[in-house]
């Protein structure tokens, strides 16, 4: 099973379902929305031809897709499903998905500060960074299913796993901030990846890695806290 899980008694389950209620399907892009405009645009934009539909959504479904809110349905990131759309629309540029597909949630944010963060909690980093690596290598690489990696999770808020000592227990706050350089104990430093949108809230409380894009982000944390030792 995943091995990084909301501890009891924390602020998540509130957070991610029950003040999120029936908005939930008000956040975001689901598939249903993120087909119907890659249909749109192929319509408008004669020159996408040579993409199919099936072809966009797959790499649309890789880079920004795998938020949770109050429902178990996986989301799109609407910023960067949005960028990724618009560079393919552009023949100018010899749009390819490869090329369409780039990191547009994190230059929303300041590199400095994300820097910062990450240098800051080193030690943390280093602690995360593997265990999430490693569940979302193995999700996408077929290795292990989401039948197999949620199996585990019983109805109550308590996790049980068959390696208790690979569990990495945290309980959610929203006492945490973005601010410039500051150490933070793992609850706020999970807290505030989880708000910021480079980690989620999985079905039965798993924290995860949502997509290739967070994926690429989270390898460079720790390349950057590795280096800084």
Known sequence: MLPLAVAEGSAAPVI?????????NLFAFSRADVAALVDAVKQQHPHLEKFSAESIMGKLTEWYDGYHFSSGAGKFNPHAVT???RALCLPQLSPTLEKAADYYWEQTSEKQLIRSITL???ASILQLAPVLLAAYHAQHAGVVKLADVWRAVPTSDSVVSENPDAIIRVG???DCVADDGLEKDMDELVSLFVYSGYLTIRPGGHIAIPNREMCDVWQKMQAMSSSAE
């Not at 991610?16 to 939930?24: L, T």
């Open 172 to 174: 959610l706050t929203r």
């Open 120 to 122: 800051a909690n080193r």
């Open 83 to 85: 960028m990724f759309i």
């Open 16 to 24: 991610a379902s029950d003040q999120i209620g029936d908005f939930g």
